[in-house]
């Protein structure tokens, strides 16, 4: 007997009839002797049309009360998910983050988990019930409703894993696993049976959408063994995320890149001509994440005649709201020539384990790009990952000509 945490995405509760379908794979497991714990999230589409039914009232709504109106999205599935286990002759009980209760910290719209109290949900699991939790939400300390930002459902998988010390969390999803890149980019992308976590936490941060980058991190830190599934199929193993990175060193098989990323969502803000004097990075970036605006590439030039450029992405949503605190907070002390804002563009990444060992990954790269005569604009390196910030319209064309590049597609 396991305790299995299963998360089912919105496509898999989209209408009552993918919930009768959810509940029967629940049922199966539950008839095998395990304990489950299902996490599910809003149907699919129901949090951008509850976004948007607030900006109807106001472009900019208060955060707080956002959060009262899109959590209400996992509260319709948890219930609908107990009640199609119970139709089928299960206990089922359902719980909303801040019955559970999910303590979080108190940055709406982005929260991030403090502690959940596993102790109901034990006890529920025990006395023989499927325990149905709602995702992306929780509670801060005074009570208030709180939500962990998109895709954050994923998030609360793998931390009510951790919590409850699972066997093993699985996230169903319409995709069947992680692939080598997004497969309606590349018809040719390979579907990955294990990739490590450090893999994973690079693809997840840049721009593959299969698992939420916390929900990553979180499985990192606490060793929740995660495995990526098809909520449409009734068997495969999917991709299975590990920790044993030595293992996979040995295999003769490994590629050096794992998978080639993208992200539409980056916008570039370039303060042009400030004066090149310690502290500088510290004067437009310090406003920027008191405002809790994430940061991604950053570049300084080597600055000539005392002056330099200073150039980073926001995601596209924020690049209007970090402009406006240069302008407002950072300009009247720093006198830049120029401030420009630029959401044109992509960044698209390689991503793989077995750059560590091997040299002239990130020349290929430069090369392969270069063939295609797309211009980069900005690099950013790590251990295992090399990122470019391209124009957002050569995107698909540098995501196939590296995939090909770096021998990902299918033989
Ligand atoms: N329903 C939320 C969203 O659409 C959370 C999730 O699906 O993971 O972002
Ligand atoms: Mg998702």
Known sequence: MALIVQKYGGTSVANPERIRKLASRVGRFKKQGHQIVVVVSAMSGETNRLISLANEITKEPDQRELDVIVSTGEQVTIGMTALALQDLGFKAKSYTGSQVKILTDASHGKARIIDIDGQNMQKDLDDGYVVIVAGFQGCDAEGNITTLGR??????????????????????????????TD???????????????????????????????????????????????????????????????????????????????????????????????????????GPIAEANIDVDVIIQNQGADNSTDFTFTVHKNEMHKALEIIHKEVQPNINAREILGDDKVAKVSAVGVGMRSHVGIASKMFETLSEEGINIQMISTSEIKVAVIIEEKYMELAVRALHKAFDLDEA
């Open 151 to 180: 895709g954050g459902s994923d998030t609360t998988g793998v931390a009510l894993a951790a919590a409850l010390k699972a066997d093993e969390c699985q996230i169903y999803t319409d995709v069947d696993g992680v692939y080598t």
């Open 183 to 285: 497969p309606r980019v590349v018809p040719e992308a390979r579907r990955l049976d294990q990739i490590t976590f450090e893999e994973m936490l690079e693809l997840a941060s840049q721009g593959s959408k299969v698992l939420q980058t916390r929900s990553v991190e979180f499985a990192g830190k606490y060793k929740v063994k995660l495995r990526v599934l098809s909520s449409f199929e009734e068997s495969g193993d999917g991709t299975l995320i590990t920790f044993e990175e030595e293992d996979k060193d040995d295999n003769m098989e490994q590629p050096l890149i794992s998978g080639i990323a993208f992200n539409r969502d980056e916008a570039k803000v370039m303060v042009l001509g400030v004066p090149d004097t310690p502290g500088i990075a510290h004067q437009i970036l």
